[in-house]
């Protein structure tokens, strides 16, 4: 089991959690999350709330496993101490760098 010290960082677990995203859902999935919603302790607010009209139901479309829910990001890592806030704004960054991007 990984300790506090030894668990995958934030950034990198939602690079997992888009990597995902970018191959199950939608092409141009980042536009239909709104990062002034955002919130990941909210079921609907949430990315896949966002996307699937519920967290749950994101969760099933993909086929994401209880486990993976924490290691892409949806979830906060209890045992760490981790807050719902970081991920709301490591996701919020993420997404508002990805509209920002010049488009090549």
Request: aromatic residues 8%; proline residues 5%.
């Amino acid at each position: 089991m990984a300790t506090a010290t030894t668990a995958v960082p934030v950034p990198e677990r939602i690079a997992g959690g888009v990597a995902l995203l970018d191959r199950e859902a939608k092409s141009d999935w980042r536009k239909h999350i709104n990062p002034k919603l955002l919130a990941l302790e909210g079921f609907d607010e949430c990315p896949l709330g966002q996307l699937y009209g519920s967290f749950r139901n994101g969760v099933l479309a993909l086929g994401i496993k209880r486990r993976g829910i924490t290691e892409l990001g949806f979830n906060r890592r209890v045992y760490a101490n981790e807050s719902y806030e970081e991920l709301t704004m490591t996701w919020r960054s993420y997404l508002e760098a990805c509209t920002q991007a010049p488009a090549n």
